[in-house]
């Protein structure tokens, strides 16, 4: 399988190297010096690479050294180098031998290109003295995939200068930098490529605008130059050209990840690509324009604009300039029809609105002048009547914008001749808008007394316009244009002269019109002053409104908080009581135990006495047991319903006072507003609305306090009981003091019901610093 690997790559070379456009031959011999001033014979190498010519000069020995490094590189039978004789090498038939010898041995090598560079010495190439440009052509389109990149920034570098554009002019070089240029495309398309192979695109876009130079636009008076360089124009390959670099530039972003900044250098670096190639002429890359349409071009102008717009990057306005530039360049004739076939509506609206609502000043002002010259076609744009606002807001942007200035490059181009001739042909549309617009942008462009007025035709065009059937919009623009360039030195064509009385009654009613809307912007500019300083006490009432309200929510925050820490306060006592409720269940059963054991171990004599305390002392602490059980279950419950009630009165309490607060602001606000109101009716309902909610909410906070003060009872009278039990607790404890003198044992007794005691006497102590708590808690609400 190797060996065979090995014939198909060998043979793929050999086809690439037949098609190589490599020339070579001997043209004479020459005779010289040699080193040690004997006689030596010189042959003059000529070589044709891509069209461009070079001229090496080798002696003999230079043909025997590179004969015996191709022949241990190479794998195929080199043929035999011409015999060397010891007398007789300048006979003038052995020359010319050696010289037919030698010329198809060299030619033999070149048929083997690919192969005899494969080591990167570049010996034959070295020998034929090749320029860098052509030598860079030669590695570009003979080596491998993985090294094609290296070459490309070499092909790039040595291609800069404009003497070897010829190189990559040849079809072949063409047809292989566009097959190039679809390979990085699916690579964008896909998101494969990586930083370095962006790199490679944009050098690609370098090359392709050197191997499509821009001729030199004809004249325009010069018509049969104009269709000469228009048809002999390369459409297919200038077709294919802006196929690959519209799709370059609208992948910009496409790239993987971390390279945006690469694919937006690559976006830009097709874009000024197409824009060499738009400076070939106004007609010739018009027909270039109407040929990429048929094929779909119109869809890769649109997702162009679409990727510049969406990606977020505040270079993205230089993408839309250019894209602006080129559809302003060649806009006319065959152009905008093929543009308003009914196949390009939907992308066509994409591109005039996205260049519509940009905010880049160049590409607004590009966009209008693309609507103005759609607007000429009349009924044959079937977005004619929002293309027509469209173009009366720009206009009135254009008036707006006191000293505004255009973009220098705009201004550049606009100067050019065959645009300038484009935009004199928009003032002689009898849309009024077309025409009042091209004059506002040509008034911008600040044109040469010598440009307006010694421009063919342009003349006649602007003292026609000065007609009293003109609407005023655009004969007054049209005399202001013809007295800057009197005013600036300039005379009327041959055959003319200054209308006068045209432009002095012109310029009249131009100028009271402009004092007529100078009144009505005072007075608009009145209005709004008055209602931002309406705006501004506003501002300040409601501030100070905010001040308030931010006072009190820090007061209510606080009650809140304390809340909070009381009812936590609360809960702790609850449990405490509860374990001290435990404890003393605990103690008496212990002593029920006891009681029971001294019985058993007492005499016969003190049995009754025993049984009689005894039975007293279960029934006190049964009643008892039972009393406080009850008690507690009691005091739990009730304790833990009024204390969730009383934190819902106080969220209501808040909820409602902040609704107070808030209607007393609407009041106050209402009834500042009310002197100021134009309707009479609808202010005083206004103020009659918040003044009873602000009562409701006020009674509403009445009502929860009422309630709060309520509960704050209950809670008292829920804990008084437990004064009552520790009475009760008190006097059983003494009972079974008296038990306990008539058995030695029974001082555990005593001891146990004294600390009974303690424990519910803590219980009470902090059930009444509760109620003191709650008590103080409702006289400060």
């Not at 080798?58 to 180098?81: G, I, N, Y």
């Not at 002429?281 to 349409?293: C, D, E, I, K, Q």
């Not at 940009?358 to 079937?382: C, H, I, K, N, P």
Request: hydrophobic share 45%; aromatic share 6%; proline share 3%.
């Amino acid at each position: 399988p190797c060996q065979w690997h090995s014939l198909v790559h060998r043979a793929v070379a050999h086809r690439m190297a037949t098609r190589l456009p490599i020339q070579a031959s001997i043209l004479r011999v020459e005779a010289g010096r040699g080193l040690l001033g004997q006689q030596q014979f010189f042959y003059v190498v000529e070589t044709t690479v891509f069209g461009v010519c070079s001229h090496a000069r080798r002696p003999f020995e230079d043909f025997e050294t590179l004969h015996a490094h191709l022949s241990r590189k190479l794998q195929v039978p080199l043929p035999a180098l011409p015999p060397t004789y010891w007398y007789g090498n300048d006979d003038p038939v052995n020359v010319q031998d050696r010289r037919c010898r030698l010329e198809r041995l060299l030619q033999h090598f070149l048929k083997n290109v690919p192969e005899a560079l494969s080591d990167g010495e570049e010996r034959l190439l070295n020998f034929l003295e090749l320029p860098g440009a052509a030598a860079a052509a030669i590695r570009f389109i003979s080596c491998d995939e993985e090294k094609r990149a290296m070459w490309l920034q070499r092909l790039c570098e040595t291609t800069a200068v404009v003497d070897c554009f010829a190189i990559l002019q040849h079809d072949q070089m063409k047809a292989a930098l566009l097959q190039l240029g679809r390979c990085f495309v699916r690579d964008m398309q896909a998101k494969t490529a990586s930083g370095g192979r962006l790199a490679d695109a944009e050098a690609l876009c370098q090359i392709l605008a050197r191997a499509f130079p821009a001729e030199a636009g004809q004249p325009l008076d010069d018509v049969e130059g104009v269709v000469e360089s228009a048809e002999n124009a390369d459409i297919p390959s200038t077709t294919a050209l802006m196929d690959v670099l519209w799709d370059l530039l609208s992948l910009q972003g496409c790239g993987s990840e971390g390279s945006y900044t690469s694919s937006f250098s690559v976006g830009v670096a097709a874009g000024r690509a197409l824009l060499t190639l738009a400076s070939s002429g106004f007609v010739v890359w018009g027909s270039m324009l109407v040929a990429f349409f048929n094929q779909g071009g119109t869809n890769k102008i649109a997702n162009a604009i679409k990727a510049a717009a969406s990606t977020v990057c505040h270079n993205n306005a230089f993408i839309l300039r250019m894209v602006a530039e080129l559809l302003l360049r060649g806009f006319d004739g065959t152009v905008v029809e093929s543009f308003l076939e009914s196949d390009h509506a939907a992308d066509r609206r994409i591109i005039l609105n996205h260049l519509f609502m940009s905010s880049d000043s160049y590409v607004r002002m590009a966009s209008g002048l693309l609507l103005a010259r759609l607007l000429r076609e009349g009924t044959y744009f079937a977005d004619a009547a929002q293309a027509e606002r469209g173009l009366h807001e720009l206009s009135k942007d254009l008036y707006s914008s006191e000293g505004m200035t255009m973009d220098e490059a705009l201004q550049i181009m606009l100067h050019e001749e065959a645009m300038w001739g484009w935009l004199c042909r928009l003032v002689r549309a009898a849309h009024v808008a077309v025409s009042s617009y091209a004059l506002q942008v040509m008034e911008l462009t600040r044109p040469s007394p010598s440009l307006v007025l010694q421009t063919p035709g342009f003349h006649d065009t602007l003292v026609s316009q000065m007609a009293a059937h003109v609407h005023p919009s655009v004969s007054g623009l049209a005399a202001c244009t013809l007295l800057a360039a009197y005013r600036a030195g300039g005379c009327p064509p041959d055959g003319c002269s200054i209308p006068i009385e045209d432009l002095s009654r012109v310029l009249t009613g131009h100028f009271a019109a402009l004092q007529s809307n100078s009144e009505e912007v005072l007075v608009r500019l009145e209005t709004k002053i008055t209602q931002i300083q309406g705006g501004c006490n506003a501002a300040v009432t409601l501030s100070d409104l905010l001040v308030k309200s931010s006072g009190a929510a820090s007061q209510l925050e606080a009650e809140g908080t304390a809340w909070t820490g009381f009812a936590s306060d609360v809960a702790k006592s609850m449990e405490a009581a509860c374990h001290q409720h435990m404890a003393a269940n605990a103690a008496l059963c212990m002593q029920r135990d006891f009681l029971q054991t001294m019985a058993s171990v007492s005499s016969a004599g003190e049995y009754n006495t025993v049984i009689a305390v005894q039975q007293g002392s279960d029934e006190d602490v049964g009643l008892r047991e039972r009393r406080l059980l009850e008690l507690a279950e009691r005091h739990a419950s009730l304790t833990t319903q009024l204390a969730e009630e009383r934190v819902s009165l106080t969220e209501q309490l808040t909820e409602h006072d902040e609704a107070a607060r808030h209607w007393q602001g609407e009041l106050s606000a209402a009834e500042a507003m009310s002197g100021t109101a134009r309707d009479g009716q609808t202010a005083p309902q206004h103020v009659s609305v918040c003044r009873a909610r602000f009562e409701s909410a006020r009674k509403a906070v009445v009502l929860v306090r009422a309630q709060a003060a309520n509960m704050d009872d209950q809670l008292r009278s829920v804990c008084g009981p437990m004064a009552v039990v520790a009475g009760e607790s008190e006097g059983a404890t003494f009972g079974a003091d008296s038990a306990a003198r008539l058995l030695e044992g029974w001082g555990l007794l005593m001891d146990t019901h004294q600390d009974l005691a303690r424990r519910l006497q803590g219980t009470a102590q902090q059930l009444d610093h509760s109620c003191s708590c709650l008590e103080a808690e409702r006289e400060q609400r």
